[in-house]
């Protein structure tokens, strides 16, 4: 027994039913719907790299790292958020992952420190075959299963995006990516300049600017920062007139509707969207900094992804004095400061490049079919969840304008189906397979500087059941009640 999981057979490998890779929020929630939906008597374990659950939420320390998505969509269905706060904080998402998994006795099919190296498809045995790096063993171990799932999000958890900084490697200060956060690091006192403008930017500001002597976010270009408040007034309402359990229920309706209601002003009326975000923003700017150009994008709302901050967090701090916005190229970074295109300077203590995240898919793993390698980017992904041609996979995706654990769910919500499917059947492989031509299209569509390799390292869109997800809405429709037979072939 490892985590309450029995060992396979007489070779001494692991086999399952159902192999989940990554034990992130995605991952859990999937683990539930299949203890709660899927076959009755279907096997699964989860492997996990790390020592302990909650991918992004473990990985990232850097300060103020938190949800940039309201946690009642954020979080899972079955197990209500039970706090006040519209946007939690990172340890507070883990702990929350945790209880959530222990209550349900998914944290027993855990297996940590099991490291996913390769996974080959045999067809002879019509299973998957995992090498598996496992801490403190020389030699990898094999673990076997009929089907892999894979929550392993869409970046790179040891490469960051790399992005062209001028002479960056002559700074003499400390030079930190909030991907890799050094513990306890002391910036008391001292001058920072962020590089970046997105969400971790807009994050860490406010937080540093608290014991810093300055932090100035530096940007080539602005992006849309809206204000949300940490404590809802239709949220507080719902939990004082109705009974805690529809109170829940009817709260993250509330949200859902709020963020999809949002997104599709933005999306058909970009210019009324526009004066509402601006009029907001000059509201909360202090008298020297200006609108345009510092929050003047060059886009429409939600071309890109928003930046949220809590109660106005990241004015307040611009207001404070102790942080600032500059809008401006860098020219070179010398052993003390930092040139800048226009001829100014700064000299910062500190440079922390929130410059992006790299985008990678399936976390890594070399992926085969019969000893014959393949990528990803070539072929199309079906109900944006499987891939064409590969018998028994199915990765987790979730929304670039909502919460991305709602598309993960419908996902997850897809694959219980699928699993019953084929039991019905007596199937032992499931197979996406395109019925016609179909024009290729992007499965992500913001134009976010971290999204510009999106074509080489995600599956292809098409038109169809090979149509990105886009409306929550539709694809939980869908994947509870639509076909799971179109394009997929059982045998």
């Known amino acids: 027994m490892a985590n309450g999981i029995p060992n396979g057979g007489p070779s001494g490998d692991l086999f399952f039913d159902i192999v989940i890779v990554g034990a992130g929020i995605s991952a859990i929630n999937a683990a539930y719907r299949i203890q709660t939906e899927g076959p009755a008597d279907a096997t699964y374990a989860i ?14 320390r850097y300060p103020g790292i ?11 269905p079955w197990s209500p958020w039970k706090q006040n706060a519209s946007l939690a904080s990172a340890d507070q998402i883990k702990n929350y992952m945790r209880q959530a ?17 390769s996974a080959n498809w045999s067809p002879e045995a019509k299973n998957w075959e995992l090498q598996v790096a496992v801490a403190g063993q020389d030699q990898p171990r094999i673990v076997r299963s009929r089907f892999l799932l894979l929550g392993t999000g869409y970046y790179d958890y040891e490469k960051p995006l790399e992005a062209v900084i001028p002479g960056i490697e002559s700074f003499s200060g400390k030079v930190i990516h909030p991907q890799f956060w050094p513990k306890d690091y002391d910036y008391a006192g001292k001058d920072i300049v962020i590089i970046g403008s997105g969400a971790t930017a807009v994050t860490v500001l406010p937080a540093m600017a608290e014991k810093a002597k300055h932090v100035t976010m530096l940007q080539r270009s602005p992006g849309y920062v809206f204000s949300l408040p940490s404590n809802s007034i239709i949220t507080t309402l719902l939990f004082s007139i109705l009974p805690v359990s529809l109170a829940h229920y009817f709260n993250r309706i509330f949200w859902l509707l709020r963020s999809h209601f949002t997104t599709v002003l933005c999306r058909t009326c970009p210019g009324l969207a526009k004066l509402v ?3 907001a923003t000059i509201k909360q700017l202090p008298p020297d900094i200006p609108w345009d150009p510092n929050f003047k994008p060059r886009y429409n709302p939600w071309e890109q992804r928003f930046c949220a901050c809590v109660d106005g967090d990241f004015f307040a701090a611009l207001r404070s004095g102790k942080a600032g916005v500059i809008t401006g190229t860098i020219k070179t970074v010398t052993e003390k400061t930092i040139e800048l295109d226009s001829g100014a300077s700064l000299r910062p203590d500190v440079i922390v490049t929130a410059t992006g995240l790299k985008l990678r898919f399936g976390g890594g793993i070399r992926f085969s079919k019969d000893g014959q390698t393949f990528k990803w ?34 996902s997850a919500r897809l694959f219980v189906r699928i699993l019953n499917e084929m039991q019905n059947r007596g199937a032992e492989m499931a197979v996406p397979r395109p019925s016609r031509a179909m024009p ?16 080489e390292v995600l599956p292809k869109a098409g038109t169809g059941v090979w149509a990105a997800k886009t409306n929550y ?16 072939e059982f045998s």
Not at 66 to 76: A, H, K, N, P
Not at 101 to 117: F, M, N, P, T
Not at 379 to 401: C, H, I, S
Not at 442 to 455: A, C, E, G
């Open 66 to 76: 938190r949800s940039d998505s309201d946690i009642f969509t954020f979080g899972f």
């Open 377 to 410: 980017s070539d072929k199309f992904a079906w109900r944006a969840a499987m891939l064409q041609d590969v018998p028994n996979l199915l990765f987790l995706t979730g929304y670039e304008t909502a919460s991305w654990t709602l598309g993960a769910d419908v």
């Open 47 to 60: 492997l996990e790299g790390r020592d302990t659950l909650g991918g992004t939420w473990d990985l990232f």
């Open 473 to 488: 809405f539709v694809d939980m429709a869908r994947a509870k009640w639509g076909s799971v037979t179109a394009d997929l």
């Open 440 to 455: 290729e299209k992007p499965m992500m569509s913001l134009t976010s500087t971290y999204l510009k390799t999106v074509k």
């Open 101 to 117: 998994a222990e209550s349900q006795g998914i944290d027993q099919h855990i297996l940590y420190r099991y490291s996913v190296v």
């Open 277 to 279: 975000i601006k009029h």
